[in-house]
């Protein structure tokens, strides 16, 4: 099939809280991952790296604010922003008052093959 198309909201919830939808995986993409993020007011997501898959990774915010505790700082958000990661940088999202919900997409490093001016 050369193309496919998913409703978000008809993805099964993952993850703490049910956080996480897969669209990666719905959608069938093999080129890099993207998942849908709904996080609930308050609620704190695992802080992590991507050091071991070696993936840079970028997070947009479409809804709602919080902080970002990215290597011991606290960098607050809000829709619409976006972050971008090194595979070592440690980062954690913390929802604020009225939560959030984001696009995380990742890839290796290189994997990309820039082409025009853009």
């Known amino acids: 099939m050369s193309w496919s198309v998913v409703d978000i909201a008809a993805i099964a919830g993952a993850g703490p809280g049910g956080a996480v939808r897969f669209v990666r995986r719905e959608l069938g993409v093999e080129a ?30 479409v809804r709602g604010s919080g902080i970002y505790r990215i290597d011991g700082e606290e960098v607050p958000f809000t829709a619409p922003m976006a972050f971008r990661f090194d595979p070592e940088t440690k980062r954690q999202p913390v929802a604020g008052t009225d939560g959030f919900s984001m696009v995380a997409v990742g890839a290796r490093r290189g994997s990309y093959d820039p082409r025009g001016p853009f």
């Open 32 to 61: 890099f991952g993207i998942n849908w993020f709904d996080v609930a007011p308050g609620q704190a997501g695992p802080e992590h790296d991507e050091t071991d898959t070696g993936q840079e990774e970028v997070n947009v915010i």
